[in-house]
């Protein structure tokens, strides 16, 4: 049987690093309320929150009829500085604020990874129904015990910026909608110096971390080289 591999994620930089890495996979986007996890968790710290979002992003998508028979993986990515836990701004103000403070200093993204086995036969088919659902109504006391998680982390360090830099990447619109308020593969990449840690967690999805993952599923990343592509 052919395997599958679905990214439950809208975003564009993860389904295009996967490409990248040779590893055949079709995406389908989750309907999770983001704020509505995060508050009805108590608002635990960045990792935590990250992880927290990533399962809650996969099991969505896995209670899927689209994606029985599959294996999902769901990703989210939080920014902590400064002791705060940064997702994406979405409005240009409180970017270019965050963005002025991150100038010339350095913080800690943490990119949460949730793979679910929803093989026939496998516990990530059958426990999604048993935690009763994700999405807006999905209650992380649940205790859903189907998949496998992990964090990857990354300290980024930044250049100093000018206003002038600030104001022209804002007024891009491309760091509105990153945690962040940042990315590493487009053209906030001018303004990092270095990176301590697995790159690919700052674009938001590491594949070590996903290998990893496959193998506690009894899989190898492999599998999933020259796989034909499937809807």
């Not at 995060?38 to 990533?54: E, F, K, Q």
């Not at 997702?87 to 604020?97: C, D, H, L, Q, T």
């Not at 100093?160 to 007024?171: K, L, N, P, S």
Request: glycine share 14%.
């Amino acid at each position: 049987m052919t395997l599958r591999l679905i990214l439950a994620s809208a975003s564009p930089a993860r389904t295009k690093l996967l490409a990248e890495a040779g590893i055949q996979h079709t995406v389908i986007v989750s309907d999770v309320d983001e704020d509505e996890v995060t508050v009805r968790s108590g608002t635990p710290g960045p990792g935590d929150t990250a992880l927290l979002l990533a399962r809650a992003k996969a099991e969505s998508v896995a209670a899927l009829p689209d994606a029985q028979g599959a294996l999902v993986i769901g990703c989210d990515s939080i920014f902590e500085f400064d002791s705060e836990a940064h997702g994406k701004p979405y409005e240009p103000s409180v970017a270019r604020e965050r963005i002025g403070r991150m100038s010339g200093s350095s913080g800690v993204l943490h990119t949460g990874h949730w793979l679910i086995d929803a093989r026939d036969g496998h516990d990530g088919g059958t426990g999604v129904g048993a935690g009763g659902g994700t999405g807006a109504g999905w209650d992380p006391s649940q205790d859903v015990a189907c998949g496998a998680g992990a964090v990857a982390s990354a300290t980024v360090h930044f250049a100093e910026m000018t206003e002038a830099e600030i104001a022209a990447y804002v007024a891009t619109g491309e760091p509105l909608n990153c945690a962040g308020s940042f990315t590493i593969d487009g053209l906030g990449g001018a303004f990092i110096t270095r990176v301590d840690g697995d790159p690919h967690a700052v674009v938001g999805l590491s594949v070590s971390t996903l290998r990893e993952l496959l193998q506690k599923a009894g899989l190898s990343v492999t599998d999933f080289w020259n796989q034909p592509s499937t809807a």
